[in-house]
């Protein structure tokens, strides 16, 4: 694979306002992602501005521990437009957050008042060579990213308010 970004698309009948609710709730992530990496939330609060961290317990077989911890930035905080958050860890155990270079983004458009667009991006270009040399990019399958979305709209679904 020569492009260091993948993505999807899925057009999802919730308005873009309720499916950029459900990505700014971390409680909401584990339901929504398509590994079953994702376990809960360890902060307990939405997401509310760029610069903003929110920790993730995760898990996956192939890592050491299994169980595992993810801190994640909010970069992009545009409501109800676009959402993204590049994941680190706290390598040292010092407190100081080391990012990977990777980055999940949703940039939502609404089709009308109770559809909307979803796009998922994954992008690595600034993952750095020691890490590309463990850690095969992307790291999950060509599937990964159509489940999320399928998932995403599931949620997004069950918190709409059907018109009467």
């Not at 709730?25 to 961290?53: C, F, N, Y």
């Not at 109770?114 to 991006?121: A, D, H, K, N, T």
């Not at 040399?133 to 489940?147: A, M, R, V, Y």
């Amino acid at each position: 694979m020569t492009s260091e970004r993948v993505s999807a698309t899925t057009t999802i009948k919730a308005p873009a306002e309720t499916v950029f609710a459900v990505l700014a709730d971390p409680a909401s992530h584990a339901a929504i992602d398509g590994t079953g990496w994702v376990r809960e939330s360890l902060d307990g609060e939405r997401l509310t501005k760029p610069g903003q961290i929110f920790r993730m317990a995760m898990y996956h077989d192939n890592h050491p521990d299994g169980h595992y911890e993810m801190a994640n930035k909010v970069g992009v905080f545009d409501p109800p437009r676009a959402i993204s958050w590049q994941p680190g860890q706290d390598v040292a155990g010092d407190g100081n957050l080391k990012f990977g270079g990777w980055v999940w983004r949703y940039d939502l458009s609404p089709v009308s008042q109770s559809e909307s667009v979803v796009e998922l991006s994954y992008y690595w270009s600034a993952v750095h060579q020691f890490l590309r040399e463990q850690i095969q990019f992307p790291p999950f399958n060509s599937g990964h990213l159509d489940n999320s979305l399928r998932h995403l709209a599931e949620t997004a679904a069950s918190r709409t308010v059907p018109d009467r």
